[in-house]
């Protein structure tokens, strides 16, 4: 048995300059050390100091860790085990209790909301960095922005999936990188294979009358359907005028059967039934390595295509057989994956001096880890494209967004944003007055401490963890007032049933028929 137990916790302003008392009750029945550790970090995270004692103990034992913490803003306790093998191995953790000099700060909320004890936050935005945007601008948005200028990839973070809102803005910012910035990959935190034949329709491979089958597809994700279908209208627009072509790909791994469907689905499209009758039936198989093989020799398949949308297929297919060893072998780590798939997007579809933007949570897209030991795709990024990967995370002050009533997918439902902390990006943003700005990562002030992370299914999380802000992205981007998704399917778990076994009956249709 082994284990690392962690929690980050801010630190009351009010209380600055107390010692603090950490203390645990526990009892074990093992034979290798448990250890509790309290760290003290300043605002960026760095650790100033740390304490790590043995709580070893047959009965129940409190043991504590003293320390001063005047220069820190947060603290983690971590409780961490390195057993062995043993069938009877046991902890027991009764409750850990924090004590601020003679107050029991445990339970209990230090964190005043008073005018003189925020100022220090409000002042942490210099309005002389803000620059202030206009919605519904898809040509000059970033003009004022020269962050961008000789970067690579640039990260979109979205700080929940549920806001209207914050998708347009991602969707005006690609608009703009398009326009201005020679972006020419648009990458999404959707599946690689879903969006193999939406890349067919806004490359205009495929007809307007597939629309209606992309819309299905959309419909069984966790995105206003409408919205996304409006930017590939879009996106096909562009192309049609445009010489430079902008290729859109997803980068998420999918449910082996669901990869199945949508790749076969693809051929059928693209070739019609009669000529992808191989393809179909090594699809059926999931034989994705002859598939390459075969395609790299089927000039019929490379001229319809065209070079660089061959070159996104197959990388999608070698991505794919990458993430098909894992299913077979150990648990994927899903933000690897990703990484592999954008770099493999990125060395097969850009030219010298284009960019690639990327669209997805911003607990991928983050510069750092998560937690202690953890990998993150923006983490596996900012090493290796090094300054060529810029990373912005969008931020809501208030309004609602949609969120999973409890597990996700089950039903969706309308979620309203509490109030911010005083000590978060997003009560400095409203106290600016702007409802719509960029402000660059490296001149927030000291006292923002966290900003707003809503993940799916986490609909009475705490909202507002510490995070190292200067060091988490590269910049923000703040809107005060977001509105929940319209065009969503109110249980995306029964849409869902219904239409991959839909899309089974019609593979299976065709297989009995290719066979005969």
Do not use: H
């Given at each position: 048995?082994?284990?690392?137990?962690?929690?980050?916790?801010?630190?009351?302003?009010?209380?600055?300059?107390?010692?603090?008392?950490?203390?645990?009750?526990?009892?074990?029945?093992?034979?290798?050390?448990?250890?509790?550790?309290?760290?003290?970090?300043?605002?960026?995270?760095?650790?100033?100091?740390?304490?790590?004692?043995?709580?070893?103990?047959?009965?129940?034992?409190?043991?504590?860790?003293?320390?001063?913490l005047s220069d820190a803003k947060a603290i983690r306790i971590s409780i961490y085990y390195n057993g062995n093998n043993s069938d009877s191995q046991d902890i027991w953790i009764d409750r850990i209790l924090i004590k601020a000099g003679k107050k029991d700060i445990t339970g209990a909320n230090y964190f005043s909301d008073k005018p003189k004890d925020s100022l220090r936050t409000i002042k942490s935005l210099d309005k002389k960095y803000i620059v202030p945007l206009a919605t519904g601008n898809d040509s000059s948005l970033l003009s004022e922005i020269k962050a961008f200028d000789g970067k690579q990839l640039i990260g979109l973070a979205e700080s929940t999936h549920g806001s209207n809102t914050s998708k347009e803005a991602n969707y005006q910012f690609i608009k703009n990188l398009i326009i201005s910035n020679h972006c020419r990959l648009v990458l999404l935190e959707m599946s690689t294979a879903a969006t193999l034949s939406w890349n067919l329709y806004v490359q205009g491979k495929i007809s307007k009358e597939y629309e209606k089958s992309i819309e299905d597809d959309i419909r069984a994700c966790f995105i206003d359907h409408k919205l996304l279908m409006d930017f590939l209208s879009w996106l096909r627009s562009y192309n049609i005028r445009s010489n430079n072509k902008v290729y859109i790909s997803g980068i998420d791994n999918s449910d082996p059967e669901e990869k199945k469907l949508y790749l076969f689905n693809f051929y059928l499209t693209l070739l019609g039934k009669d000529k992808a009758v191989w393809y179909l039936k090594n699809t059926i198989e999931k034989n994705y390595g002859p598939l390459i093989t075969h395609s790299y020799f089927d000039k019929t398949l490379q001229y319809i295509m065209g070079k660089e949308n061959f070159d996104c297929y197959i990388s999608f297919l070698n991505n794919a057989v990458i993430s098909h060893k894992s299913e077979l072998s150990s648990s994927p780590n899903r933000d690897i994956i990703m990484f592999k798939s954008v770099k493999g997007l990125m060395d097969n579809c850009l030219k010298k001096d284009d960019k690639a933007a990327i669209l997805a949570h911003s607990g991928h897209l983050q510069n750092l880890e998560r937690f202690p030991g953890d990998t993150t795709l923006g983490l596996c990024l900012r090493e290796y494209y090094k300054e060529k990967y810029f990373s912005i995370s969008f931020q809501i002050g208030t309004g609602t967004f949609s969120q999973d009533e409890c597990a996700m997918d089950v039903k969706t439902v309308t979620d309203t944003l509490k109030k911010p902390p005083f000590y978060s990006f997003e009560?400095?943003?409203?106290?600016?007055?702007?409802?719509?700005?960029?402000?660059?990562?490296?001149?927030?002030?000291?006292?923002?401490?966290?900003?707003?992370?809503?993940?799916?299914?986490?609909?009475?999380?705490?909202?507002?963890?510490?995070?190292?802000?200067?060091?988490?992205?590269?910049?923000?981007?703040?809107?005060?007032?977001?509105?929940?998704?319209?065009?969503?399917?109110?249980?995306?778990?029964?849409?869902g049933m219904h239409y991959f076994y839909s899309k089974k009956m019609a593979m299976d249709s065709v297989a009995r028929e290719i066979d005969n």
């Open positions: 048995m082994r284990f690392n137990l962690s929690k980050t916790l801010i630190l009351p302003v009010t209380l600055t300059g107390e010692t603090y008392d950490i203390s645990i009750v526990s009892k074990d029945d093992v034979s290798q050390d448990v250890w509790f550790k309290v760290t003290a970090l300043d605002q960026d995270a760095i650790e100033k100091r740390s304490c790590a004692i043995k709580i070893n103990s047959k009965s129940w034992k409190e043991n504590s860790v003293k320390m001063t009560y400095a943003g409203l106290n600016t007055g702007i409802p719509y700005f960029y402000y660059p990562a490296n001149y927030l002030g000291n006292d923002i401490l966290t900003c707003g992370f809503i993940p799916r299914g986490g609909r009475y999380e705490d909202l507002y963890k510490f995070s190292p802000l200067r060091r988490q992205f590269d910049a923000y981007v703040f809107i005060k007032e977001s509105k929940a998704m319209e065009k969503i399917e109110p249980s995306l778990l029964i849409y």
